[in-house]
């Protein structure tokens, strides 16, 4: 097949990173300024668009289905071209593959500099492109030096364009690079039908509850200028908002913080010992810190034309488990919602009715974040059917370690946190219970919180996490619920050490070492792979042991917290994480990819659940359950069950 690789640099005056790509490309000001390519891997050429066209024979190869388009983050080539060249809807996913998915696969930095510099190849991307970039691509700010223009043209700056020509050049030669380094180990073609998909799925986009949106902007401005109004009456600070400022007004009140982030903040009112006024301007802070509105905006800002929002999720993002990332809106990170009469809150907020809200719910702030899931909305004449997998890693985990009560559990009534519980604290049959008694719902919290924190090594720690404290279980009772799990799940504690061991075996002695299910652990030119049921990898770069205080420690190169790649340390709990989520992905993929050809398209998904948008009166519920409950052909034995509803809006039920 011939391809073609290309890097484009362009203008518009949308912030591609607070917006996307698709809003980006939405803008009328929006255009392509030089177009690289590459033909077969033969020499970069380079179209300068401001002054020619790209070649007719190339634009014939943009649309034909017998060339492969090759790009680093493809999505924004794509994207950009479908609007240059009008293509009425996207230009075909399905013809294009690219290089940074390539490198997520392989657990590689998903920066084309920073992974072209990890690899250490001859190709490096040219350090100047950041400040031609800011030059050319977006508005400048008019002074008296530059005429008072608001944009920077080839004219401006002749010698600054053609080292832009020649950026856009090398950006060709560093991708290519990249992939012929990459190439040894291919992606498998079942996973580029999955980004064909996902690409798919972003080009559609969801609507936007445009009305929602803007009512929830305006009311959190009113409350924002209020609530920073009696702050200052109250502490007499100038800005409140000011961290210096408020810090030593609190240290003034004898109440001093070395911090005042939200956990902190809410722990000290929690103690209900500080001074009413001290009290009353935490709680104010906490009111003004409400980051709602920033979901509202986004939603309203990356708002494209069509009044939908696309591009919200990034295939591979999370390159330890090949899940899907969010962007823009993070639709991972929703808030829940518990509202009753969700209908009437969503009136009232477009009404701007602050006191009505205040009457039905009390908190304003604490309302809008309830409701944030609901701007996103099914278009005219269609609703939103949602189905989510139930508890698909307790079952995938249980599955993987053989542990056989869990799998009973799920092939029968399901109710697994009681069914831990009952185990736990060896309380009989399931059924014979009484749950519904003050001590049921307390042992039923305690299966709960165990089952969701400690299926992968965690301790009291992972209990805490998860909120154990909070939901009345006392400190000193964690490791009792920690070796109690343990002991009613002793399979899955040997999953982690076998799993730990076999690692250890392959990095110290080479070879395929076999765990459960078919899942395979190798080392090769220095990943660390393992090979899921499904076929595909998991990998790890620079895999390698080190002595640690109970033996061999097991160390790779990845992301880390901040944007470097550094050693990372994992072990038997950890790996059998990434195995689990990476198994649970493969799943909703499979699934999703039923859905599609069954005629529900989807419009977003979140870990174990798919959002399809239907019109009215076609599909139902109940065949997308039965449809995402299908255990694919790798899977045998795992209990899948998915349950769902309708809705208008996106919500949790």
């Given at each position: 097949?011939?391809?073609?690789?290309?890097?484009?640099?362009?203008?518009?005056?949308?912030?591609?990173?607070?917006?996307?790509?698709?809003?980006?490309?939405?803008?009328?000001?929006?255009?392509?300024?030089?177009?690289?390519?590459?033909?077969?891997?033969?020499?970069v050429e380079c179209e300068d668009l401001t002054i020619s066209e790209i070649p007719d024979e190339i634009v014939a190869a943009l649309t034909d289905k017998n060339v492969l388009k090759i790009a680093f983050n493809a999505q924004f080539e794509r994207v950009c071209l479908s609007k240059h060249l009008g293509v009425p809807?996207?230009?075909?996913?399905?013809?294009?593959?690219?290089?940074?998915?390539?490198?997520?696969?392989?657990?590689?930095?998903?920066?084309?500099?920073?992974?072209?510099?990890?690899?250490?190849?001859?190709?490096?991307?040219?350090?100047?492109?950041?400040?031609?970039?800011?030059?050319?691509?977006?508005?400048?700010?008019?002074?008296?030096?530059?005429?008072?223009?608001?944009?920077?043209?080839?004219?401006?700056?002749?010698?600054?364009?053609?080292?832009?020509?020649?950026?856009?050049?090398?950006?060709?030669?560093?991708?290519?690079?990249?992939?012929?380094?990459?190439?040894?180990?291919?992606?498998?073609?079942?996973?580029?039908?999955?980004?064909?998909?996902?690409?798919?799925?972003?080009?559609?986009?969801?609507?936007?509850?445009?009305?929602?949106?803007?009512?929830?902007?305006?009311?959190?401005?009113?409350?924002?200028?209020?609530?920073?109004?009696?702050?200052?009456?109250?502490?007499?600070?100038?800005?409140?908002?000011?961290?210096?400022?408020?810090?030593?007004?609190?240290?003034?009140?004898?109440?001093?913080?070395?911090?005042?982030?939200?956990?902190?903040?809410?722990?000290?009112?929690?103690?209900?010992?500080?001074?009413?006024?001290?009290?009353?301007?935490?709680?104010?802070?906490?009111?003004?810190?409400?980051?709602?509105?920033?979901?509202?905006?986004?939603?309203?800002?990356?708002?494209?034309?069509?009044?939908?929002?696309?591009?919200?999720?990034?295939?591979?993002?999370?390159?330890?488990?090949?899940?899907?990332?969010?962007?823009?809106?993070?639709?991972?990170?929703?808030?829940?919602?518990?509202?009753?009469?969700?209908?009437?809150?969503?009136?009232?907020?477009?009404?701007?009715?602050?006191?009505?809200?205040?009457l039905m719910y009390e908190d304003v702030p604490d309302t809008l974040k309830q409701l944030i899931r609901t701007g996103l909305v099914a278009k005219e004449g269609h609703r939103f059917i949602v189905s989510d997998f139930s508890a698909i890693e307790a079952r995938v985990i249980a599955w993987y370690a053989k542990q056989?009560?869990?799998?009973?559990?799920?092939?029968?009534?399901?109710?697994?946190?009681?069914?831990?519980?009952?185990?736990?604290?060896?309380?009989?049959?399931?059924?014979?219970?009484?749950?519904?008694?003050?001590?049921?719902?307390?042992?039923?919290?305690?299966?709960?919180?165990?089952?969701?924190?400690?299926?992968?090594?965690?301790?009291?720690?992972?209990?805490?996490?998860?909120?154990?404290?909070?939901?009345?279980?006392?400190?000193?009772?964690?490791?009792?619920?920690?070796?109690?799990?343990?002991?009613?799940?002793?399979?899955?504690?040997?999953?982690?050490?076998?799993?730990?061991?076999?690692?250890?075996?392959?990095?110290?002695?080479?070879?395929?070492?076999?765990?459960?299910?078919?899942?395979?652990?190798?080392?090769?030119?220095?990943?660390?792979?393992?090979?899921?049921?499904?076929?595909?990898?998991?990998?790890?770069?620079?895999?390698?042991?080190?002595?640690?205080?109970?033996?061999?420690?097991?160390?790779?190169?990845?992301?880390?917290?901040?944007?470097?790649?550094?050693?990372?340390?994992?072990?038997?709990?950890?790996?059998?994480?990434?195995?689990?989520?990476?198994?649970?992905?493969?799943?909703?993929?499979?699934?999703?990819?039923?859905?599609?050809?069954?005629?529900?398209?989807?419009?977003?998904?979140?870990?174990?659940?798919?959002?399809?948008?239907?019109?009215?009166?076609?599909?139902?519920?109940?065949?997308?359950?039965?449809?995402?409950?299908?255990?694919?052909?790798?899977?045998?034995?795992?209990?899948?069950?998915?349950?769902?509803?309708?809705?208008?809006?996106?919500?949790?039920?």
């Amino acid at each position: 097949m011939k391809t073609l690789n290309i890097d484009i640099e362009t203008y518009s005056d949308e912030d591609l990173t607070k917006v996307g790509v698709y809003k980006y490309a939405d803008s009328p000001n929006f255009e392509i300024l030089l177009f690289a390519y590459s033909v077969d891997g033969q020499p970069v050429e380079c179209e300068d668009l401001t002054i020619s066209e790209i070649p007719d024979e190339i634009v014939a190869a943009l649309t034909d289905k017998n060339v492969l388009k090759i790009a680093f983050n493809a999505q924004f080539e794509r994207v950009c071209l479908s609007k240059h060249l009008g293509v009425p809807y996207y230009l075909d996913p399905a013809q294009w593959h690219c290089t940074m998915v390539h490198a997520n696969e392989l657990g590689l930095p998903a920066s084309l500099g920073q992974c072209a510099k990890y690899l250490n190849i001859e190709q490096q991307k040219d350090t100047r492109g950041t400040q031609l970039i800011n030059f050319f691509s977006k508005p400048c700010k008019p002074t008296k030096k530059n005429d008072m223009r608001t944009r920077n043209l080839p004219e401006h700056a002749p010698e600054k364009w053609q080292t832009f020509i020649e950026y856009c050049i090398q950006d060709v030669n560093v991708e290519m690079a990249i992939a012929n380094k990459l190439n040894r180990f291919p992606v498998p073609e079942s996973e580029w039908k999955l980004y064909t998909l996902d690409q798919r799925i972003n080009d559609r986009g969801a609507e936007i509850d445009h009305e929602l949106a803007t009512a929830a902007i305006d009311i959190m401005a009113d409350l924002s200028e209020a609530g920073l109004n009696e702050m200052k009456e109250l502490t007499g600070l100038e800005n409140p908002n000011s961290l210096a400022q408020l810090k030593k007004w609190l240290e003034e009140q004898g109440t001093p913080f070395e911090k005042l982030g939200k956990e902190v903040v809410l722990k000290a009112l929690a103690l209900g010992n500080l001074p009413d006024n001290v009290a009353e301007v935490l709680k104010l802070r906490l009111s003004l810190s409400n980051s709602s509105t920033k979901k509202y905006l986004m939603m309203d800002n990356a708002r494209c034309s069509d009044n939908r929002i696309h591009g919200i999720l990034q295939f591979y993002g999370a390159n330890r488990t090949g899940r899907w990332a969010g962007r823009l809106l993070q639709v991972q990170n929703l808030p829940r919602n518990y509202l009753s009469e969700i209908d009437f809150a969503r009136q009232l907020v477009k009404a701007k009715d602050v006191e009505g809200i205040e009457l039905m719910y009390e908190d304003v702030p604490d309302t809008l974040k309830q409701l944030i899931r609901t701007g996103l909305v099914a278009k005219e004449g269609h609703r939103f059917i949602v189905s989510d997998f139930s508890a698909i890693e307790a079952r995938v985990i249980a599955w993987y370690a053989k542990q056989d009560w869990v799998l009973e559990v799920f092939r029968t009534h399901g109710k697994i946190y009681e069914a831990t519980a009952a185990q736990m604290f060896h309380l009989g049959e399931v059924t014979d219970y009484d749950w519904k008694s003050h001590e049921g719902k307390d042992m039923r919290q305690r299966g709960k919180v165990a089952t969701l924190a400690l299926g992968y090594q965690g301790g009291p720690g992972a209990l805490k996490a998860m909120g154990a404290l909070e939901n009345g279980i006392e400190e000193h009772e964690l490791q009792d619920i920690v070796d109690r799990w343990r002991t009613a799940n002793k399979r899955i504690k040997n999953f982690w050490h076998e799993t730990q061991k076999a690692v250890i075996d392959c990095l110290q002695n080479g070879g395929i070492k076999k765990g459960p299910r078919g899942l395979k652990f190798y080392k090769k030119a220095g990943f660390l792979f393992i090979q899921l049921p499904s076929g595909r990898k998991l990998a790890y770069a620079k895999a390698h042991l080190k002595e640690g205080d109970y033996g061999p420690a097991i160390f790779y190169e990845g992301q880390g917290d901040k944007v470097a790649f550094t050693e990372q340390q994992t072990y038997g709990g950890k790996l059998v994480e990434n195995i689990v989520q990476a198994t649970a992905r493969d799943v909703l993929a499979e699934a999703m990819v039923r859905l599609e050809k069954a005629g529900y398209p989807i419009v977003f998904h979140v870990h174990d659940e798919a959002v399809a948008e239907v019109p009215e009166g076609e599909k139902s519920i109940e065949e997308m359950n039965k449809i995402m409950s299908i255990v694919p052909d790798w899977a045998e034995g795992l209990p899948l069950n998915a349950e769902g509803f309708e809705t208008k809006y996106y919500m949790k039920d």
